[in-house]
């Protein structure tokens, strides 16, 4: 492998000496925002059709060059996980092992452990339990079943006096669970602090998370936790909320990605009680170029736009002759709603003429055109 660096643009050659079934890469830039950079793969065969992911969501379907060369282009930042797999039916994976099951935070909580899959086409892992035992025949499938990510061990609390149920799944890129892992119990004790309700709700652009909770001892407030893609549990703040709180708006959070968190609340000798696990994923974005308002206009209109994803964007304004007009942005843009505004003037600030003009934005690879009349 051989790299270069070229003006902001990271370039990644792999030479393949036969075809290959899969490639996992991890890509690390040195700087927190996104980067553009672009894999080029050779000898994958002639015209072959590859998925390309980021951390488990696909991103493009390409298909190789009649020579066997592979290009893809991407925005990645620290620690995303880029998966280029062939886009034909898989297998089911092989169930991971399943190491133990412990009782810990006063008989709250059960902390699970397993062994990460060595197939590169596993993802994630679901961590399923329930008071019935589907290894025994009491249920077909468990009561609660809980995407986790890449990882190898989980904390489910919130677990009230019980005997409980666990069972591992590894789940391939395209969404395929294997079969539940060897199953594991735990008798659990009572609480003191019981949190009856955890919920996350998506709304425009947060997720929205609300509790009700029951405690027979004081409660000094509340922590929030948050795991997202392949990354560990961290605190969403960094002091704990309030004790008379009961709701709080995540806003720091991507489209198409979907998030865990867990509520813990605190006793008075600093103990944690915490909840079960919540999930909640952001709906993916789509490239939009929206109406301009007003339209027709005089003096002023505003352009909206929306972004997929971080992206090189432009946005230009051409006559009817295909004669560029006007460049009303040139940058880099994040994942999300933007506007722009024009009013009416020309590359070198002269007011142009009554008629017809056409707004283009460009964003990567994809181009949007809309309509626009200006008049006097």
């Not at 672009?38 to 590859?50: D, Q």
């Not at 034909?88 to 006063?106: Q, R, T």
């Not at 008989?107 to 008071?131: F, H, K, N, Q």
């Amino acid at each position: 492998m051989r790299r270069v660096i070229r003006r902001g643009l990271r370039t990644r050659f792999f030479t393949a000496g036969a075809v290959a079934s899969l490639f996992a890469l991890s890509y690390a830039p040195r700087d927190l925002y996104a980067t553009p950079i672009v894999f080029r793969i050779f000898n994958l065969g002639e015209t072959t059709a590859y998925v390309v992911q980021r951390n488990a969501q696909t991103v493009d379907t390409e298909s190789t060059t009649q020579h066997g060369v592979f290009d893809e282009r991407i925005d990645a930042v620290r620690g995303d996980r880029i998966i280029l797999s062939p886009n034909e039916d898989l297998a089911p994976p092989v169930p991971p092992i399943f190491n133990s099951a412990v009782a810990w935070n006063g008989g709250e909580c059960a902390r699970l452990s397993w062994t990460p899959s060595g197939d590169l086409t596993v993802t994630g892992y679901i961590v399923s339990y329930g008071v019935f035992s589907v290894e025994r025949g009491q249920a077909k499938e468990y009561q609660y079943s809980i995407e986790v990510g890449p990882i190898n061990s989980y904390d489910v609390c919130a677990l009230a006096g019980n005997t409980y149920y666990f069972s591992v799944q590894a789940v391939n890129y395209v969404g395929q669970p294997s079969a539940y892992s060897i199953e594991r119990s735990i008798e659990m004790t009572t609480a003191a602090v019981l949190i009856s309700r955890f919920d996350a709700r998506i709304t425009r652009d947060a997720v929205r998370l609300s509790w009700d909770i029951e405690a027979d001892e004081a409660i000094l407030g509340y922590r929030l936790y948050r795991r997202g893609p392949g990354s560990t549990e961290r605190m969403l703040l960094d002091a704990p909320l309030p004790a008379t709180a009961r709701s709080y708006a995540d806003t720091d959070v991507r489209s198409g990605t979907a998030y865990t968190y867990t509520l813990a609340a605190i006793g008075e000798d600093g103990s944690e009680f915490r909840s079960a696990p919540a999930t909640a994923t952001m709906p993916a974005l789509a490239l939009a170029l929206e109406p301009n308002t007003p339209n027709p206009f005089r003096n002023q209109t505003r352009i909206p736009f929306t972004l997929a994803q971080t992206v090189h964007v432009t946005v230009r304004v051409y006559d009817v002759r295909g004669a560029l007009v006007a460049t009303l942005f040139d940058g880099t843009l994040g994942e999300g709603r933007h506007e722009v505004g024009w009013g009416g003037h020309d590359l070198k600030g002269n007011l142009a003429s009554s008629g017809i003009y056409f707004c283009a934005l460009s964003a990567g690879k994809h181009l949007r055109t809309q309509k626009m009349l200006l008049v006097k």
